[in-house]
T-cell receptor, first 117, second 113 residues
Framework: GAVVSQHPSWVICKSGTSVKIECRSL??????MFWYRQFPKQSLMLMAT?????????EQGVEKDKFLINHASLTLSTLTVTSAHPEDSSFYIC?????????????FGPGTRLLVL | QQQVKQSPQSLIVQKGGISIINCAYE??????FPWYQQFPGKGPALLIA?????SEKKEGRFTISFNKSAKQFSLHIMDSQPGDSATYFC????????????FGSGTRLQVQP
């Protein structure tokens, strides 16, 4: 099946610094990737849709200047949390849609746990 | 507005029993309904999915039942095992555009040995 990886798996940073999270589709090309945020014991909340070669589409209430998304290639999307603060601490998960017959199927990465001190 | 409502919030089942998780949706434009399984500290993994043109889909011990008129769908886990202990999320997406998933609130399943 389709495999999606994320790097790093966890990161600790100081308040005010920026953190970049990578999402890669390993065995398929993904024109669309999604970024989610999940707080402990809660559901996944869609943050933005990453489109290869164009600007990301952000969900209502998500600051686009704080959460920078770049989808530079068909296998890589990056999420940069700029000027991170403790309230940005969360579990960030990406997903990718595999083109073809089952275009609605999304495959998720293993997630990145961010802790901002 | 919560477009996909999931229940129960938590569920305890004995080994060998049947686990049943229910979801209800509001948006009739949804046409794809997957279930995901998530273990602590991991990303969700696709279990099984259904489209509204069928009322039931079975894959191994997992079955989705779908009621289009009631706008409800459920996951049944037969012969539940301790290894099934995880959080389960239902989701839905619309047939047009980017097909973003709307998730339910999740159900924590604990299967006791």
């Amino acid at each position: 099946g389709a495999v999606v990886s994320q790097h790093p798996s966890w990161v600790i940073c100081k308040s005010g610094t920026s953190v970049k999270i990578e999402c890669r589709s390993l065995d398929f090309q993904a024109t669309t990737m999604f970024w989610y945020r999940q707080f402990p014991k809660q559901s996944l909340m869609l943050m933005a849709t990453s489109n290869e070669g164009s600007k990301a589409t952000y969900e209502q209430g998500v600051e686009k200047d704080k959460f920078l998304i770049n989808h530079a290639s068909l296998t890589l999307s990056t999420l940069t949390v700029t000027s991170a603060h403790p309230e940005d601490s969360s579990f960030y998960i990406c997903s990718a849609r595999e083109p073809g017959r089952n275009q609605e199927t999304q495959y998720f990465g293993p997630g990145t746990r961010l802790l901002v001190l | 507005q919560q477009q996909v409502k999931q229940s129960p919030q938590s569920l305890i089942v004995q080994k060998g029993g049947i686990s049943i998780i229910n979801c209800a949706y509001e948006n009739t434009a949804f046409d794809y309904f997957p279930w995901y399984q998530q273990f602590p500290g991991k990303g969700p993994a696709l279990l099984i999915a259904i489209r509204p043109d069928v009322s039931e889909k079975k894959e191994g011990r997992f079955t989705i039942s779908f009621n289009k008129s009631a706008k409800q769908f459920s996951l049944h886990i037969m012969d539940s095992q301790p290894g099934d202990s995880a959080t389960y999320f239902c989701a839905a997406s619309k047939g047009t555009g980017r097909r973003a998933l709307t998730f339910g609130s999740g159900t924590r399943l604990q299967v006791q040995p």
